[in-house]
């Protein structure tokens, strides 16, 4: 099995894919000649031509209206966010427009918005978003968040492939960072969680780039059992699978490299509450950014988002009540 | 779509404008707004005996805006439909009953009383339902428009968009878009001098007719009032979309005789501008014609309130949808399915199946 | 009232075009109102005749308010009403919906109270029959901790099997150290004297004639026998009694196996008694003894037994018992046994012929014999049953024969 980075993967994914589907098609800004701003898109032009890989005027707005407009008369329109920052200015048509459709008119959007997503290199307020809970919250709306290099291949299969909306977070700050075995080919991933290590005196859970985090802060913690759930997909939450980590293991932590009021972990936080609450041993801890705009200066920036260190400190005193 | 009325005795040479219009097509402009006329008086009655929910829209005035582009569109093209265009789903294929059902909300209604009023679209005959973000529509219809040109299909995507709504963003995104990519859409662009209180001196400096060519496609003007007029720009808009000269902007001028909404009074219009444009009435306009041709309009008047009556009748008869399907389809768990063909009456399109 | 607009509340009636008896056509215009947004026409929804007008001119309606009635069987010409207009009929009936129940918790039943276990600790011992404050906690502040309680149920399984887990048992032990009361300190000698002289109390002469006759008409021996208490033991302490009710109990079932014991003598005339007449006495204080009795006692239970020595306790303290209540005792109970005396030779109550003394309940190590026969030493509460009985009228076979009946009733206590 061939060993490729994480952007390598999405890159695999979407040329495969483009390959099997001719409907599938990529539009963006900078995609087509230029490769991408992260040279995700590398390449496909040449193989595809421009109109399969299309560079778009700077409007996002545009970029995602024109892709439920190409969608719903059949084809596979993969958009790329340049930053996932700048899906607020696409913000009405992904939620009013693609989001709604099929609930109100029974007309089926299959677009996938690609989001690189996260922070962690001084890209700023506006270069360093996670913005997957404004999704989460809008009806008709999947949202994916892989951590692996095998699962950002497949779940942008599973993304193309599924007949809904659905934002792709792809983490900026892993692109380079993992690598991993993928499969050659065509798989699907599915929008499920995955147990990234298992344990039984606590588990953490998280997505994206903070799986890494937690694995790291985990792996040797005073001896205890840690468990490690990778989320994967945020919408459909893979409530089974957080339950039953909660059963086995009673003590939780959830974390959040986004802002922590109303992020994925407090949804999760929420449901463990309810539906967990007899397999407690200890309150439901989230580790989250503060709702601070991402800052640039590293200092500062090291201070917001969480670090390994936090994760640990998070385990041990739940560890020890 | 034959109608029965006999010609009369008095048979007028057709006017050169309305040479690719045959007789009967002409005859059936005047039902379609008709139709959206009468399905509006009617559920503007029922919206006062509190049997429409909500906000009630209507286009009253503005019938040849929708009837007229709407009639040049071939059944495999694709509209986006906004609230003052209802002949629009009317030429496309949708049924009174049907409608009438929408407004109230009822289970049989386009959207199963998930959305109100116009905000609908059957999806089977080629129609995309709005939002209430009016100028999102635009940015759609160039989507469908890319994909045409993308598969090299001879199709063409059109949508209307109010005064108003070329303030917004999106109005721009999607006249620089369709020109850059020089695509087959065509944005009917229905300017009735108001935005709901806000008259067109608020709302832009420069028409925006005027600005179509700095997007690089051409800004064509006409009277919004004269159905045939207005379908003729269309056509032609048609022609050059399907032969890959790109896009157009058809500002149709005409005047929104009601309200925003019903419970909108519109006290802010000076009366003098509506009796101005109660003389340009377009039903009105269009009878006369028809009458010097020798149609009894009279009777297709009587014949379209009959049918709008018995429409009316069959919609109170269906049931509100059931509360507990309230949380299904927010997402389509099997194939998606693509926007279906409309009807299209037009004679031109008549060696096209026209059930 | 319609609703002209979404955020339209309510309207107010303008003018109405119709009266009452009037006719109105469908769709013909039937009241003016006006709104915060606009003023109109309701169009009527039927044909019919106008039976009713509910709302005034300048009256203001919330939007679903009732305007009019219109009767819709009326016929043009014809006067009579019937049905309702404008949404809201006359009858509609009152919503009959069952409060939402509470969103459950998935698993179903509640945890139980402690406040200070978490919910899967609480889930857990609750499942296993375990009692959470035998369980050291690890955790925080000395929280149980799940950990801690699991790690308990393995050390439970590991330890051979005992039999029922045993309660904590009655201890009054004797021998145990005197933690609580100090006798009243001695009286001041009287200045000058140094001895205190009084006359016995109407009372005491009382008893003490009492007392003496009975020694010297009744021939007086005691058995002793021992009862193990510990069948008694769980039930006394839910209902928190004495023993004094269960053995009570146990006493009349063996005076019914052996009628004998509950007999009065009167010379040489001995009177078997049907019923049992329990006497049980009660300390005065220093004042003296009374011997209140319950009449027909077999026929309560040891609880309906507990209460009503209870109120007759009372109402000896308060020296309020009438006549009836301190005569026809067939057989009398003393129970000093709470202060720690061991065994004692009561004085029989005359004319009855014997008086069983309750001593004190002591645990101690016994030996108990298994159903194969084994030997082991087990810690019991064990009590001395002190009989004194009147050798006129029986004979110590007799007297052992009651006291092995009581005993085994005792010990037997709560089989069926």
């Known amino acids: 099995m061939p060993e490729m980075t994480y952007l390598q993967a999405i890159s695999d994914a979407l040329r495969e894919e483009m390959r099997a589907d001719e409907r599938v098609f990529v539009m963006g800004e900078d995609v087509g000649a230029f490769g991408g701003a992260f040279k995700v898109t590398d390449g496909l032009q040449d193989e595809f031509g421009s109109d399969r890989v299309m560079d778009t005027p700077l409007a996002e707005s545009a970029i995602l209206g024109t892709a439920v407009g190409a969608a719903v008369v059949g084809l596979r329109p993969v958009c790329e966010m340049q930053f996932a920052d700048f899906i607020s200015c696409g913000f009405d048509q992904l939620v009013n427009v693609a989001g709604k459709m099929h609930y109100r008119q029974g007309l089926a959007v299959p677009i996938t918005v690609r989001l690189p997503s996260g922070g962690g290199f001084s890209g700023g307020p506006f270069h360093s978003q996670n913005p997957e809970a404004w999704f989460m919250h809008s009806p008709g709306i999947k949202v994916l968040a892989p951590s692996t290099a095998e699962d950002a291949k497949g779940l942008l299969i599973s993304a193309i492939r599924d007949p809904n909306p659905v934002c792709f977070c792809e983490h900026k700050h892993l692109y380079r960072r993992v690598k991993g075995e993928v499969p050659e080919g065509l798989y699907e991933t599915p929008m499920s969680a995955r147990v990234a290590r298992p344990g039984s005196d606590l588990v953490v859970i998280a997505y994206g780039a903070m799986v890494w985090s937690a694995l790291e802060a985990t792996e040797d913690l005073d001896g205890a059992s840690i468990e490690v759930l990778d989320l994967r997909s945020l919408v459909p939450l893979d409530e089974a699978a957080i339950l039953d980590s909660v059963a086995r293991c009673s003590k939780v932590v959830v974390v959040d490299e986004a802002n922590a009021t109303c992020a994925a972990g407090a949804q999760v936080a929420a449901l463990i509450a309810q539906r967990g609450f007899e397999d407690l041993d200890g309150p439901v801890v989230r580790v989250a950014t503060p709702d601070v705009p991402i800052p640039f200066s590293p200092p500062l920036e090291r201070a917001v988002l969480p670090q390994v260190d936090d994760i640990k400190e998070a385990c041990r005193e739940l560890l020890a009540y | 779509m034959a109608t029965d009325l006999t010609l009369g005795p008095h048979k007028a040479a057709i006017p050169p404008d309305a040479e690719h219009l045959e007789r009967d097509d002409r005859v059936a402009l005047l039902r379609y707004m008709l139709l959206m006329r009468m399905i509006e008086e009617r559920a503007m009655k029922l919206y006062r005996q509190g049997r429409v929910p909500g906000s009630f829209y209507d286009g009253f005035g503005q019938e040849a805006v929708s009837a007229g582009p709407a ?7 694709r509209l986006c439909i906004l609230h003052r265009d209802l002949a629009a789903h009317l030429v496309r294929g949708v049924s009174p009953t049907r409608i009438l059902a929408q407004y109230m909300g009822r289970s049989g209604g386009p959207t199963e009383g998930r959305d109100g009023n116009v905000h609908f679209g059957d999806r089977s005959l080629g129609c995309v339902g709005m939002v209430s973000m009016l100028p999102d529509m635009m940015l759609v219809a160039t989507g469908m428009a890319m994909a045409f040109r993308l598969r090299g299909e001879a199709r063409c995507a059109l949508t209307w968009v109010g005064d108003g709504a070329t303030s917004r963003g999106d109005f721009h995104e999607a006249m620089n878009w369709a020109g850059v990519q020089q695509l087959p859409v065509i944005f009917v662009l229905e300017n009735n001098q108001y935005a709901y209180s ?14 179509a060519r700095s997007y690089g496609f051409p800004g064509v003007r006409v009277d919004g009032n004269d159905v045939e007029a207005v379908f003729e720009a269309t056509r032609q808009a048609r022609e050059r979309a399907l032969a890959g000269g790109g896009a157009t902007l058809i500002e149709a001028i005409t005047m929104r005789m009601h309200g925003h909404a019903a419970h909108d009074d519109m006290r802010y219009v000076p009366d003098e501008l509506l009796a101005r444009w109660r003389e340009r009435d377009p039903i009105e306009r269009q009878e006369r014609k028809l009458v010097a041709l020798g149609v009894d309009v009279e009777a297709l008047s009587a014949e379209v309130l009959k049918e709008v009556d018995a429409a009316a009748e069959a919609a109170l008869a269906m049931p509100m949808p059931d509360v507990a399907t309230v949380a299904s389809g927010v997402f389509c768990d099997g194939e998606a399915e693509a926007l279906g063909d409309g009807k299209a009456p037009w004679s031109r399109f008549r060696q096209v199946s026209n059930a | 009232m319609p609703q002209m607009g979404v ?195 109407r009372m005491r002469r009382s008893i003490a004639e009492h007392m003496l006759h009975s020694l ?88 309906g037994l507990a209460t009503r020595i209870g109120e007759l306790a009372e109402r000896a303290r308060s020296g309020r018992l009438s006549p009836d209540e301190v005569h026809g005792g067939t057989f009398t109970i003393t129970n000093p046994g709470s202060f720690g005396t061991l065994m004692s030779t009561p004085i029989i109550n005359q004319p009855q012929v014997a008086i069983l003394d309750l001593e004190a309940v002591v645990k101690r190590p016994v030996v108990v014999t298994d159903g194969a026969g084994r030997d082991s030493l087990a810690i019991r509460p064990m009590s001395y049953l002190c009989l004194s009985w009147d050798h006129r009228a029986l004979d110590g076979a007799l007297a052992a024969q009651f006291l092995g009946t009581l005993r085994r009733r005792i010990e037997r206590w709560g089989d069926v």
């Open chain 2, 71 to 77: 009639f040049a569109m071939g059944p495999e093209d």
């Open chain 3, 216 to 303: 010297q008409v009744a021939a007086h021996c005691t058995s002793v026998s021992e009862a193990d208490m510990s069948a008694i033991e769980t039930e006394r302490e839910l209902l928190g009694l004495s023993y004094l009710p269960f053995i009570a109990r146990c006493v009349i079932d063996a005076l019914q196996a052996h009628p004998s014991l509950n007999a009065t003598l009167d010379g040489e005339q001995l009177t078997r008694h049907r019923d049992v007449n329990l006497g049980i006495a009660v300390s005065l204080g220093e004042d003296g003894l009374i011997v209140p009795v319950i009449h027909r006692a077999q026929e309560l239970s040891h609880q």
């Open chain 3, 7 to 201: 955020s339209v509340a309510e309207g107010t009636v303008v003018a109405w075009h119709k009266r009452v008896g009037d006719w109105v056509n469908a769709d013909e215009p039937l009241v003016e109102i006006s709104t915060d947004k606009v003023d109109t026409e309701v169009p009527s929804p039927a044909s019919g005749r106008v039976l009713e007008i509910l709302a005034d001119v300048e009256q203001t309606v919330a939007v679903g308010g009732l305007l009019a009635r219109i009767g819709t069987d009326a016929v043009a010409g014809d006067p009579h009403p019937d049905e309702h207009l404008n949404g809201d009929s006359g009858d509609a009936s009152p919503p009959s919906t069952q409060p939402e129940p509470a969103p459950s918790g998935q698993r179903g039943e509640t945890a139980k109270a402690h406040s200070h276990h978490s919910p899967v600790v609480q889930r857990i011992a609750r499942k296993e029959g375990i009692d959470l404050d035998r369980v050291s906690g690890t955790g925080r502040g000395g929280r149980v901790r799940k950990q801690d309680v699991l790690a308990f149920i393995e050390q439970r399984s590991a330890e051979p099997s005992n039999g029922s887990s045993q309660a904590p048992l009655h201890s009054d032990s004797p021998y145990r150290e005197d933690t609580g009361e100090r006798p009243a300190p001695a009286q001041p000698p009287v200045a000058g004297s140094g001895e205190q002289v009084e006359r016995l109390s």
């Open chain 2, 198 to 211: 806000t008259p067109l001196s608020l709302q832009f400096a420069v028409d925006p007719v005027e600005r």
